[in-house]
C-alpha cells in the first residue's frame, strides 16, 4: 500500500525553507553561548499515543536541537486533545501540541489558553469511507453507517458537515446513520466491517487502516469548513513569563518540520526518532512514515503559503471563527487575535 520512500513527503515552499533554515542558524547561534548555561525545562503534552504528528518534537530530541536551543524538552503522552487542552490551562504542563480548534473552544470557555504556532493550518477532519467498495463522492454518503466517537474533537461538526452536504443525521433516505462508540473501538469498528466508515483526521485515519481496509477521505475543507489543525498552545500566563523559551521551543519545531517536509528521505528518520524515543508503544514504521507524509498536505492554506512555518493567518482565524460559531461551540463571542499570537515565531 505503501509507496517508495521517495514519493512519501509533499515539498514545502522554498520561502517557508528558508525559514527554516534561519530557524537552524538561530539555534546554532545559541548553541555555544547556551551550552555555558544550564538547560531550561519544559513540558509539552501531546494529544494522544505517538504518532505521526508528533515527529518534530520526537526528531528535535533525537537530534539535540533542544540542547543546542538550551532546553530540556519532556514530551508527555496525552489520553486526548481535550484532556490536554484543560491540562495545560491548569498549569499541569507548561505546552500544549493539539488541534487549535478546539483550544480556541476551551478558551471560549474559560480555559486561558492561546496559539502560539500553528503547522497543520488547513482542517483535516474528514469522512473516510472504504476505498473500493465506498462512494466516490461525499453526495452518496445518504444510508451509511458511520463510526465517531462522543469525545471525539470530530463530533461537535458532524451535524454542520452534514448539512452542507445536504443530509440530516438518522436512517433513512437523505440521511446517515453516525453512530458513537468508544474511542479505542472507532477504528476497529470501520476495519471488521462493522460500519461503513469512521469520522476522524485523514493524515491519522488513512494510514491506521491502509492494511486492513483502505479508506478514501471525504475533507471537511472540501465543504467550506475551516478551522486549525495541530499546532502548539500555552496559558496567557506562561507566553508571558516565558517567552524567551517558548520562542526557542517554535525555532526547534520549526527547523524539525523543515527538515522532515523539504526531503522525502526524512520522513523515515523522523519515524524511527518517534520509535526510538518511544521502544515500548510497538509502532508500526510504515503506518508512522505515512501519517508524516499526509500531515504535511495540511501544513498551507492560501493565506500561509510562502510563510514561515508555524506562522498563522489572522484571515484563516476569522474563518475558524465562523465555522466553529456556525457549529455553536463558542460560548463567548472574542475577536480572532483572542485565539492565537504570532510573537513567538521568527520573521
Known amino acids: 500500500m505503501m509507496a517508495e520512500n521517495k514519493s512519501l ?8 525553507l528558508i525559514a527554516g533554515a534561519s530557524a537552524v542558524a538561530l539555534t546554532g547561534g545559541l548553541r555555544k553561548s547556551r551550552a555555558q548555561t544550564a538547560l531550561e525545562s519544559i513540558s509539552v503534552r501531546v494529544d494522544f499515543a505517538p504518532w505521526g504528528v508528533h515527529a518534530a518534537l520526537h ?3 533525537q537530534k539535540g536541537w533542544f540542547k543546542e536551543a538550551g532546553l530540556d524538552v519532556d514530551v508527555q503522552d496525552g489520553t486526548g486533545t481535550l484532556n490536554t487542552i484543560n491540562l495545560v490551562g491548569a498549569g499541569r504542563s507548561d505546552v500544549g501540541l493539539v488541534q487549535l480548534g478546539p483550544a480556541a473552544i476551551g478558551r471560549s470557555n474559560g480555559v486561558p489558553v492561546k496559539s502560539i ?23 452518496d454518503l445518504a444510508g451509511l453507517k458511520i463510526a465517531c466517537f462522543a469525545g471525539s474533537t470530530a463530533a461537535p461538526f ?9 443530509f440530516e443525521r438518522g436512517e433513512g433516505p437523505k ?17 471488521s466491517g462493522g460500519a461503513d466508515g469512521f469520522m476522524s483526521l485523514k493524515e491519522f485515519g488513512e494510514p491506521l487502516v491502509m492494511k486492513t481496509r483502505p479508506a478514501r477521505s471525504f475533507l471537511a475543507a472540501n465543504y467550506g469548513i475551516a478551522y486549525p489543525s495541530y499546532g502548539l498552545m500555552a496559558t496567557e500566563e506562561t507566553i ?3 517567552a524567551d523559551a517558548l520562542r526557542r521551543l517554535n525555532q526547534t519545531q520549526s527547523r524539525a518540520w523543515g527538515y522532515i517536509l523539504g526531503d522525502p528521505a526524512h520522513v523515515d528518520e523522523a519515524a524511527q526518532a518517534i520509535i526510538a524515543n518511544r521502544p515500548n508503544s510497538q509502532l508500526d514504521p510504515e503506518i508512522l512514515r505515512a501519517q508524516i507524509a499526509q500531515s504535511g498536505e495540511f501544513f498551507d492554506t492560501p493565506n500561509t503559503k510562502g510563510k514561515p512555518i508555524g506562522w498563522q493567518s489572522p484571515e484563516d482565524w476569522k474563518l475558524a471563527v465562523a465555522s466553529m460559531t456556525e457549529a455553536g461551540l463558542l460560548k463567548e463571542t472574542l475577536p480572532p487575535d483572542a485565539f492565537f499570537t504570532n510573537d513567538l515565531i521568527g520573521s
Open 158 to 166: 458532524i451535524d454542520v458537515f452534514l448539512h452542507r452536504l445536504g
Open 9 to 16: 513527503a509533499p515539498r514545502i515552499t522554498r520561502r517557508a
Open 59 to 61: 526528531l528535535a530530541r
Open 117 to 139: 504556532a500553528g503547522y497543520l493550518r488547513k482542517v483535516d477532519l474528514a469522512i473516510l469511507v472504504d476505498a473500493d467498495k465506498g462512494p466516490k463522492d461525499a453526495k
Open 240 to 242: 508571558s513569563k516565558r
Open 175 to 191: 440521511k446517515v446513520n453516525f453512530v458513537m462508540v468508544s474511542p479505542p473501538s472507532m477504528v476497529s469498528t470501520y476495519a
